[in-house]
């Protein structure tokens, strides 16, 4: 169930990859940083922080593990991307999340800030995909859900975003309006980032799968 390294051109993927990682992680903290409303799995590891007094980063890694555990078990190959993607956002966070200050009753600001995270994952998802060194751990779940049960990528994301984001804002989660709009715009992004780093994954699913890894 693990994909082959390409050893050839390793050190030039690692790099690559990490860079995206480093852009996500850059995101993600600008759509926390600016308390509007954040993707959902930010919403479910920033509930998760609080309670549990860990960093946000760290969640990142714990809950990327815990869903990487349910891909197993339905056996869904992965990659070594998909465990650099595990260990190397949650970090990434907490290095943007210790570096830029939280904005409120600046909404001009927040919604700047909401949008660059936006464009900055829509990129990010680009860089990584390109790569094809396997999904991150929520992409391999859902692609686990099609392939066990038959239904949609659609259906099969949609499925978890609306659960996860749910028990976020249940457990006191940052849900907002920029978790609506950020739902509304990711895919843009990626189709976007795709098409200006000219990347063609070698499986189509990815293209609709790619939103919060």
């Given at each position: ?18 860079i995206?990682f ?17 993707s ?42 998909t ?12 290095f ?54 038959g ?9 978890i ?14 849900a907002g309006?920029?978790?609506l ?20 994954p ?12």
């Amino acid at each position: 169930m693990f994909k082959p390294i390409r050893w050839k051109t390793f050190p030039k993927d690692f790099i690559r990859i990490q860079i995206g990682f480093f852009l996500f992680g850059l995101a993600i903290t600008l759509m926390i940083r600016g308390n509007i409303g954040t993707s959902a799995w930010a919403v479910l590891d920033v509930a998760l922080s609080k309670i549990t007094g860990l960093s946000v980063g760290t969640l990142t890694v714990l809950v990327g593990f815990a869903v990487l555990s349910g891909a197993l078990i339905l056996r869904e190959p992965i990659g070594w991307g998909t465990l650099a993607n595990i260990l190397s956002i949650g970090p990434w966070e907490d290095f943007w999340l210790a570096r830029i200050p939280s904005v409120t009753d600046n909404l001009s600001l927040q919604i700047a800030m909401l949008l660059t995270a936006i464009a900055l994952m829509g990129l990010a998802s680009a860089i990584y995909i390109g790569v094809e060194a396997g999904a991150g751990p929520r992409d391999s779940m859902m692609l686990a859900i099609k392939r066990t049960t038959g239904v949609s990528i659609r259906a099969a994301r949609g499925a978890i975003e609306v659960t996860v984001v749910t028990v976020g804002w249940l457990l006191g989660g940052p849900a907002g309006i920029g978790t609506l709009v950020f739902a509304l715009l990711i895919g843009p992004s990626v189709q976007l980032g795709f098409k200006l780093l000219k990347v063609e994954p070698h499986k189509p699913v990815e293209i609709a799968a790619v939103v919060e890894d």
